[in-house]
C-alpha cells in the first residue's frame, strides 16, 4: 500500500511540474511572437529572398497582421494554462477562451489561404494546413472540456 502513495505522490509532483511549465512555455512564447514582430524588418533584412520575393511593406504587413491572431491565441492559451494551475479546468471561461482560439486559428487560416492563393508558394499552405489540425484539435478540447464539465457538475450534485 505504501508504495501506491509515493508512486501517486511522484504522479501529483509531475502532474505540478508540467502545469507550471505550460505556464511558462506560454509566457515564453508570447515574448518571442512580440520580438518577432518588433524585430521583424531586422530580421527579413538578413535572409535571402526565397522565390524572387523582395521583403517589401506588403510582406512586413501581412506577416505582422498573421502574427495578431498567433498573439491573441498565446494570451487565450496562457489563461487556460493559468486555470489548469487553478485545478479550475471544467468551466465556461475556459470553453469561452477555447472559442477564442478556434476565432484566431480560422483567422489565421483565412490570412494564409489567401496567401496561398496569392503568391502559389507552399509554406503558406503548410501553415494553411497546420492551422486546419490546430483547429480541428481546438474543437475536440472543446468538445471534451465541455462534456467534462457536465460530468463534473452532474457527479458534484450527486454527493
Same mark, same amino acid.
Given at each position: 500500500?505504501?508504495?501506491?502513495?509515493?508512486?501517486?505522490?511522484?504522479?501529483?509532483?509531475?502532474?505540478?511540474?508540467?502545469?507550471?511549465?505550460?505556464?511558462?512555455?506560454?509566457?515564453?512564447?508570447?515574448?518571442?511572437?512580440?520580438?518577432?514582430?518588433?524585430?521583424?524588418?531586422?530580421?527579413?533584412?538578413?535572409?535571402?529572398?526565397?522565390?524572387? &520575393?523582395?521583403?517589401?511593406? $506588403?510582406?512586413?504587413?501581412? *506577416?505582422? =497582421?498573421?502574427?495578431?491572431? +498567433? #498573439?491573441?491565441?498565446?494570451? /487565450?492559451?496562457?489563461?487556460?494554462?493559468?486555470?489548469?494551475?487553478?485545478?479550475?479546468?471544467?468551466?465556461?471561461?475556459?470553453?469561452?477562451?477555447?472559442?477564442?482560439?478556434?476565432?484566431?486559428?480560422?483567422?489565421?487560416?483565412? &490570412?494564409?489561404?489567401?496567401? $496561398?492563393?496569392?503568391?502559389? *508558394?507552399? =509554406?503558406?499552405?503548410?501553415? +494553411? #494546413?497546420?492551422?486546419?489540425? /490546430?483547429?480541428?484539435?481546438?474543437?475536440?478540447?472543446?468538445?471534451?472540456?465541455?462534456?467534462?464539465?457536465?460530468?463534473?457538475?452532474?457527479?458534484?450534485?450527486?454527493?
Amino acid at each position: 500500500m505504501r508504495e501506491f502513495s509515493g508512486s501517486h505522490d511522484l504522479l501529483r509532483i509531475h502532474r505540478g511540474l508540467v502545469k507550471k511549465a505550460m505556464v511558462v512555455l506560454s509566457v515564453l512564447s508570447i515574448l518571442g511572437v512580440l520580438a518577432v514582430m518588433i524585430f521583424l524588418p531586422q530580421l527579413l533584412a538578413n535572409l535571402p529572398a526565397p522565390s524572387g &520575393l523582395s521583403p517589401d511593406g $506588403a510582406h512586413l504587413l501581412f *506577416l505582422r =497582421l498573421s502574427a495578431l491572431p +498567433l #498573439l491573441i491565441l498565446l494570451c /487565450l492559451f496562457l489563461s487556460i494554462s493559468l486555470s489548469l494551475n487553478r485545478n479550475s479546468v471544467f468551466t465556461d471561461q475556459v470553453v469561452k477562451r477555447l472559442t477564442g482560439i478556434q476565432v484566431c486559428l480560422l483567422l489565421d487560416q483565412l &490570412l494564409y489561404l489567401y496567401a $496561398a492563393v496569392r503568391t502559389h *508558394l507552399l =509554406l503558406a499552405v503548410v501553415i +494553411l #494546413l497546420g492551422c486546419v489540425m /490546430l483547429l480541428v484539435l481546438a474543437t475536440l478540447f472543446k468538445e471534451v472540456i465541455r462534456d467534462g464539465g457536465e460530468y463534473y457538475t452532474d457527479s458534484s450534485l450527486s454527493i
